[in-house]
């Protein structure tokens, strides 16, 4: 009886070899380099933009800030934090001050005033695509053309705001050259001008909510003041937040309404911080670049500030969905 024979299996051509593992492992480190060097490719057009219009900015702000200027405004002699100690003055504390009323009453107003808008705009009623429509109108626009409006609004001889005051046998006001009036008066056209863009992001808010959430607390008895306060408004906590962040860094640089209206005045009343970089760099023929530079480095840092108090406190109360 003749042995078995034993059948071996035919050799796998999908098994790994050694020499194709070699291969591949040579292969690979090429493949990952590639890859590496498109990613880096496709980044390089965001890199040189901030380079050039983050980077390069602020590390010449900073230079200048620490350096004298000849007449023509290029940078002289290194004067260290002298241009800082000058800022240790009335004047400029005044500025300060000015520029944190300016900032308070243009963004609680316009954030309140526009969540108020888009609640009572959540009620049924007829026409309320056209009432949205209208109160988004101040969006459109630009800050050169509201602040041109304003301007004649503000008139005292033919202005329609002493005319309805006129009316109800109300004296004439100076809006924008008495210094008591004047920062409410482009605080108010500030307002006008942001009311717009807050309508629309917070009524883009509330058509996020789910019915389903609004409809079950309609059965537990909620409604009116009780849905929009336990229910409204902490679903629209993020755009709150959102609103409040963007708003204060926007009122803090500010520039084209305070220029129209009033030029920083009437007595440095209307002269916020970034008015006063413009007024030190570039008005009346001036090129100090150093103190303008200085006070450019305080408004980053005032803003950032700001931005980490607001994160510290107020995102601890932003439910998200």
């Known amino acids: 009886m003749p042995p078995p024979r034993t059948v071996s299996a035919p050799p796998d051509d999908r098994a790994p070899t050694v020499e194709s593992t070699r291969s591949t492992g040579r292969r690979a480190k090429p493949a990952r380099f590639t890859e590496s060097a498109l990613g880096w490719l496709l980044l390089l057009p965001s890199v040189v933009v901030f380079v050039l219009f983050v980077f390069w900015p602020l590390g010449r702000t900073l230079y200048l800030s620490v350096h004298g200027n000849d007449l023509f405004g290029a940078p002289s002699v290194y004067v260290g934090a002298e241009h800082y100690r000058e800022m240790l003055s009335a004047d400029f504390g005044k500025v300060l001050a000015t520029t944190g009323l300016f900032t308070l009453f243009s963004v609680v107003p316009a954030v309140l005033g526009a969540l108020v808008v888009v609640l009572l705009l959540e009620a049924r009623i007829r026409g309320v695509r056209v009432l949205r429509t209208a109160f988004a109108l101040p969006f459109a626009f630009s800050v050169a053309t509201a602040s041109v409006v304003f301007a004649v609004i503000y008139n005292p001889a033919i202005g329609v705001a002493n005319g309805v005051l006129g009316s109800v046998g109300i004296d004439r006001v100076n809006w924008l050259t008495d210094p008591s009036i004047a920062l409410p008066a482009v605080c108010a056209a500030t307002v006008w001008m942001n009311f717009g863009y807050n309508v629309l992001v917070l009524s883009a808010g509330v058509a996020a909510i789910s019915p389903e959430v609004v409809e079950a607390a309609r059965l537990d008895g909620a409604s009116g003041w009780?849905?929009?306060?336990?229910?409204?408004?902490?679903?629209?906590?993020?755009?709150?937040?959102?609103?409040?962040?963007?708003?204060?860094?926007?009122?803090?640089?500010?520039?084209?309404?305070?220029?129209?209206?009033?030029?920083?005045?009437?007595?440095?009343?209307?002269?916020?911080?970034?008015?006063?970089?413009?007024?030190?760099?570039?008005?009346?023929?001036?090129?100090?670049?150093?103190?303008?530079?200085?006070?450019?480095?305080?408004?980053?840092?005032?803003?950032?500030?700001?931005t980490a108090i607001q994160f510290g406190i107020l995102e601890r109360r932003v439910h998200y969905r």
Not at 267 to 283: G, M, N, R
């Open 226 to 306: 009780r849905l929009a306060s336990r229910i409204t408004v902490p679903l629209l906590s993020p755009q709150l937040f959102f609103l409040v962040v963007v708003s204060t860094i926007h009122a803090l640089q500010s520039f084209g309404q305070i220029h129209i209206l009033t030029k920083g005045g009437p007595d440095q009343a209307t002269t916020t911080l970034v008015y006063s970089i413009y007024e030190k760099a570039f008005a009346f023929g001036s090129s100090d670049f150093g103190s303008a530079s200085a006070q450019a480095v305080v408004l980053l840092v005032v803003m950032l500030g700001c």
